[in-house]
T-cell receptor
Framework: QKEVEQNSGPLSVPEGAIASLNCTYS??????FFWYRQYSGKSPELIMFIYSNGDKEDGRFTAQLNKASQYVSLLIRDSQPSDSATYLCAVLSNFGNEKLTFGTGTRLTIIP | DVKVTQSSRYLVKRTGEKVFLECVQDMDHENMFWYRQDPGLGLRLIYF???????EKGDIPEGYSVSREKKERFSLILESASTNQTSMYLC?????????????FGSGTRLTVV
């Protein structure tokens, strides 16, 4: 079982709709969770992080964390073509040394 | 904003060459990381460092070494480049241990080994 799993997609969503991206993780001791956005040919950029169970909102983005079920999700409201990118889920693991473990990413396409 | 600078955007090297990839950050971050990114495999950690002259192996250290002589600079070394090391290499830094505030990435070096 991979430590961090994401649906690779591609996920296609009409412009203006809600895009929902999901991520599951295997280490129950994980404490911090991150969402990165990566445009084609560019490096990842941090867009959200969450530590506590529940929802965290930042503009059109909402991160949701459920530690009991070991999943974290990212919702993008009012999706725009500029949201088309690969979204990477990352989890702060405690395998000896603390480090971020990344999922393989979900490719999102917003259809105008 | 933290800036992480990787010295080369594109690099072509021959099999067997020794290759140096340089990374410099300008915000006095303690922690620096080297990843490679390949389609379908995501980001995989090669090496990381929490302090000057300190290094820790990541998930795929074979064929690589690192050097951190100064706090702001973290170098990745391919001792004898091979074609299976053709990849996008990403350097990152973070302020807090383990990156609990997230990592800042450099723009990446796309290395091709021929």
């Amino acid at each position: 079982q991979k430590e961090v799993e994401q649906n690779s997609g591609p996920l296609s969503v009409p412009e203006g709709a809600i895009a929902s991206l999901n991520c599951t993780y295997s280490d129950r001791g994980s404490q911090s969770f991150f969402w990165y956005r990566q445009y084609s040919g560019k490096s990842p950029e941090l867009i959200m992080f969450i530590y506590s169970n529940g929802d965290k909102e930042d503009g059109r983005f909402t991160a949701q964390l459920n530690k009991a079920s070991q999943y974290v999700s990212l919702l993008i409201r009012d999706s725009q073509p500029s949201d088309s990118a690969t979204y990477l889920c990352a989890v702060l693991s405690n395998f000896g040394n603390e480090k971020l473990t990344f999922g393989t990413g979900t490719r999102l396409t917003i259809i105008p | 904003d933290v800036k992480v600078t990787q010295s080369s955007r594109y690099l072509v090297k021959r099999t067997g060459e020794k290759v140096f990839l340089e990374c410099v950050q300008d915000m006095d971050h303690e922690n620096m990381f080297w990843y490679r990114q390949d389609p379908g495999l995501g980001l995989r950690l090669i090496y990381f460092s929490y302090d000057v002259k300190m290094k820790e192996k990541g998930d795929i250290p074979e064929g690589y070494s690192v050097s951190r002589e100064k706090k702001e600079r973290f170098s990745l070394i391919l001792e004898s480049a091979s074609t299976n090391q053709t990849s996008m290499y990403l350097c990152a830094s973070s302020l807090s241990p383990g990156g609990s505030n997230g990592y800042t990435f450099g723009s990446g070096t796309r290395l091709t080994v021929v």
